[in-house]
């Protein structure tokens, strides 16, 4: 889980907002008003939530509580994510799952149809606090496997405003090497605030996929190779110039990863390598 940093909802997103829930014109029918709609309601009981900051929002939270689920809050709720997920997702400008780091999120817009393969999490969730179940403080966009996991439950951190400290390290089984998939497990230190996410969002279990285990098996592998008296080998050689440019061209991938929070398996790919006592070297070479 990574924390988002928080960003600010431009003008437009909010005055599109409004603009959705602004009333038709009222007509009249034999002098009486036209009762107001569903939509009208519920801006009524949401609208000053919508934009609040997350500390703003744990604010509420203790002030208000939790309440009944509201049927119509989630009726409009269906309308209003769709108007704006694309946006939303925009801003926050996330390529994979910010809960997991395992799975790339997108939205693809599509003359036809648009699609995207993100769901939106309540934080809080809408059954308990209807009232933040517009608030776009109160949503993330995350896979549908964490989305699934963590449904309506309490209990993670609040990605927009906690810090979540956690390590993943390998470990050998019994006499194994690094070099097996059955011989190592990925173990997930906890250490702030992190307790939770392997109750909700299976992180652990997760990792230790041999989709993820092949991939630090390469990367140990290649650490392993290209030692120091490697790199010295191929200076010699006369092929490379620079010790740099010998980690570049290794490392390159891995660079990316490990510089980008984005990227999947990022934080998987940081905490390895600094499990092995590599990071700076693969983070500032270039
Ligand atoms: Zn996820």
């Known amino acids: 889980m990574i924390k988002i940093e928080s960003v600010d909802i431009p003008k437009e997103l909010q005055n599109e907002i409004k603009d959705y829930f602004k009333p038709k014109t009222v007509e009249k029918t034999k002098g009486k008003r036209k009762p ?17 900051k997350p500390q703003e929002i ?58 995207q393969n993100f769901e939106f999490d309540h934080i809080m969730p809408k059954d308990k606090y209807p009232y933040l179940a517009l608030s776009l403080y109160n949503l993330v966009p995350v896979c549908k496997y964490c989305n699934s996991k963590k449904g309506n439950k309490e209990g993670l951190p609040n990605i927009y405003l906690d810090e979540i400290m956690y390590n993943y390290n390998i470990i050998p089984r019994d006499d194994g090497d690094f070099i097996n998939l059955e011989d190592f497990k990925i173990i997930k230190r906890n250490l702030l605030n992190a307790d939770n996410l392997d109750k909700l969002l299976h992180l652990e279990n997760r990792y230790n996929l041999s989709l993820h285990k092949e991939y630090l098996v390469n990367l140990l592998k290649k650490i392993e190779y ?15 110039s620079t ?19 984005n990227k999947p398996r990022h ?20």
């Open 226 to 240: 290209y030692n120091k008296d490697r790199i010295d080998d191929l200076l010699d050689s006369g092929l490379f």
């Open 58 to 115: 744990n604010e509420i939270i203790k002030r208000m509580g939790t309440v009944n689920g509201d049927k119509e809050i989630n009726d409009v709720y269906d309308g209003f994510k769709i108007k704006i997920q694309a946006f939303y997702f925009d801003i926050l400008k996330l390529r994979v799952c910010p809960y997991c780091n395992e799975t790339p999120i997108y939205y693809i817009e599509n003359s036809s149809k648009n699609y």
């Open 36 to 52: 107001r709609t569903k939509k009208d309601k519920v801006y009524e009981k949401v609208k000053d939530y919508i934009f609040k």
């Open 243 to 261: 010790k740099d440019e010998i980690l570049n061209r290794v490392f390159e991938e891995i660079r990316i990863i490990a510089n980008d929070s």
């Open 267 to 286: 934080k998987l790919t940081r905490d390895i390598l600094e499990q092995f006592k590599v990071l700076g070297i693969i983070e500032n070479y270039y």
